[in-house]
T-cell receptor, first 111, second 111 residues
Framework: EDQVTQSPEALRLQEGESSSLNCSYT??????LFWYRQDPGKGPEFLFT???AGEEKEKERLKATLTKKESFLHITAPKPEDSATYLCAVQANGANSKLTFGKGITLSVRP | DGGITQSPKYLFRKEGQNVTLSCEQNLNHDAMYWYRQDPGQGLRLIYY???????QKGDIAEGYSVSREKKESFPLTVTSAQKNPTAFYLCASSPRGDIQYFGAGTRLSVL
C-alpha cells in the first residue's frame, strides 16, 4: 500500500527565516510526486511535479527536490503570504491515475 | 474562464436525506475525481472516472454514488447510508491522469 508521511505537522517561521518541509513516501514504483498549496476553505493549488530522483523545480521562493525515499519543499526567505497548508501526493506506476495524499503541513509565517 | 466549478459552496443535510454535490469542468479533461477532506486528515478518494460512462470506487466509496454521463460533469450524491457526511468535499480533474486540478470545494454539514 502506498504511503505518504509529511513532517512536521505544523511549522511557524519568522518572515525571512528559511526552512524545509519533508515528505517521505513508500510506493511500488514512483510515477510522480506532487506538491500542492491549500489556503483555508479553498481547493488545493498545484505547485510542482517531480518524476525522478535528483530532479529539482523552483517557483519564486519555493524549491522542490526529490530522492528515492523523500521530497523536500524548501522555502527561502518566506513572507506572510506563504502561510498555507502544503500537501504532498504520490502516484504509483499503473495506479490508474490515483494519487495518495499526505496529511499536509500547516505553515505560518509571522511578519 | 476555464476551470472547475463546484456548487453549492455550503450545503446542509437533514437526517435521512440524500444530497447531490455538483462538479462541472470546461477544461476538456477526461479524468475526474471526488475527495473528502476532514480536519487534520489528508484527502481521501471517494470515486474517480477516467472516461465518460465509466467510474471506479476509491478508498471510501460506501455511502456515496456518482454518475458520469457527460465529459464536463461528475456529480456526487451523499446518501442517507453515509452516517458521518460532515466534511469538505473536493472535486478535481486531470488532462492526462497525472496532475490533478481542484475546484473550490463544497462544505457539507448535518442539521
Amino acid at each position: 500500500e502506498d504511503q505518504v508521511t509529511q513532517s512536521p505537522e505544523a511549522l511557524r517561521l519568522q518572515e525571512g527565516e528559511s526552512s524545509s518541509l519533508n515528505c517521505s513516501y513508500t510506493v511500488s514504483g514512483l510515477r510522480g510526486l506532487f506538491w500542492y498549496r491549500q489556503d483555508p476553505g479553498k481547493g488545493p493549488e498545484f505547485l510542482f511535479t517531480l518524476y525522478s530522483a535528483g530532479e529539482e523545480k523552483e517557483k519564486e521562493r519555493l524549491k522542490a527536490t526529490l530522492t528515492k525515499k523523500e521530497s523536500f519543499l524548501h522555502i527561502t526567505a518566506p513572507k506572510p503570504e506563504d502561510s498555507a497548508t502544503y500537501l504532498c501526493a504520490v502516484q504509483a506506476n499503473g495506479a490508474n491515475s490515483k494519487l495518495t495524499f499526505g496529511k499536509g503541513i500547516t505553515l505560518s509565517v509571522r511578519p | 474562464d476555464g476551470g472547475i466549478t463546484q456548487s453549492p459552496k455550503y450545503l446542509f443535510r437533514k437526517e435521512g436525506q440524500n444530497v447531490t454535490l455538483s462538479c462541472e469542468q470546461n477544461l476538456n479533461h477526461d479524468a475526474m475525481y471526488w475527495y473528502r477532506q476532514d480536519p487534520g486528515q489528508g484527502l481521501r478518494l471517494i470515486y474517480y472516472s477516467q472516461i465518460v460512462n465509466d467510474f471506479q470506487k476509491g478508498d471510501i466509496a460506501e455511502g456515496y454514488s456518482v454518475s458520469r454521463e457527460k465529459k464536463e460533469s461528475f456529480p456526487l450524491t451523499v446518501t442517507s447510508a453515509q452516517k458521518n457526511p460532515t466534511a469538505f468535499y473536493l472535486c478535481a480533474s486531470s488532462p492526462r491522469g497525472d496532475i490533478q486540478y481542484f475546484g473550490a470545494g463544497t462544505r457539507l454539514s448535518v442539521l
